[in-house]
């Protein structure tokens, strides 16, 4: 750390503790050259996590447009908020543990969907017939069909 009176750049910690709001670190300093003690502040630098698009345009990522599909999703199902909260969470940590710092929307319609399949089947289907855009019955079908199947095997 540079010393603001000499500008050396060698100095020793006196001191730390956590700042008023917790989310920092505040530092005694002592410079080993002129002696003078000074403060800094270290706080955990996040990079914004950003979606890629369909249309390849990149935006912020925002939990908040997941949550409000996901409670489209359940609309007038028995599935309670702090469920979808939890799910949201789990994507949200799934992507910060990647480590990728662009991640797809079709990655995250993914995640979204298989959330919702453990949560109740109906928004599932509800989700993924937004999502991947049944054009007809048949495709939706398909979807039931493969539930139904997987629901089969599992007994």
Sequence with gaps: MKCPYCGEMESKVIDSRPADDGDRIRRRRECLACAKRFTTYEIVETVPLMVIKKDKSRQAFDRQKILNG?????????????????????????????????VTSIYIGELTMKELKNIDEVAYVRFASVYRQFSDINTFMDELKDILDKRAVAK
């Design 70 to 102: 996901m409670v489209r999703a359940c609309e007038k199902r028995p599935v309670s908020y702090q469920m979808l909260e939890n799910a949201v969470n789990n994507i949200e940590q799934t992507l910060l543990n990647s480590y990728e710092r662009e």
